[in-house]
């Protein structure tokens, strides 16, 4: 793949971080690398999106955070859904699928 990296689009960092956090819990540093892994590197997330998105989506409700200690034993704050991040995910992924099937849609026509 190329080195070409895509900015988000509004509302994508959002369904990602859900996303990243389905499977488990992780620290920023972990959801940043998720997310470059689930979207084979076309999405590359600098701390200064993610760390804000991360804190609005624990004010909605949609996280939890817990300090604990990372891999090279330094603090960090470990994030994971709560069940209305859940209900979000499931929420914003409809969504999405939506348009992409309808942006699709919209490319092919002649």
Do not use: C
């Not at 895509?6 to 990243?20: A, F, H, I, P, Y």
């Not at 200690?69 to 991040?85: C, D, F, H, P, V």
């Amino acid at each position: 793949m190329g080195e070409t990296q895509t900015n988000l689009l509004q509302g994508t960092l959002d369904l990602l971080v859900l996303k990243s956090l389905a499977l488990g819990e992780l620290h920023g540093l972990g959801i940043a690398r998720r997310i470059e892994q689930i979207t084979r590197g076309t999405f590359l997330v600098k701390p200064g999106s993610l760390f804000p998105a991360l804190h609005r989506m624990e004010e909605a409700g949609w996280l939890k955070a817990v300090w604990g200690e990372s891999e090279n034993n330094r603090k960090a704050k470990y994030y994971r859904l709560t069940k209305a991040g859940e209900k979000q995910l499931g929420a914003e992924t409809e969504e999405w699928t939506r348009i992409a099937s309808a942006m699709a849609s919209a490319l092919k026509a002649v």
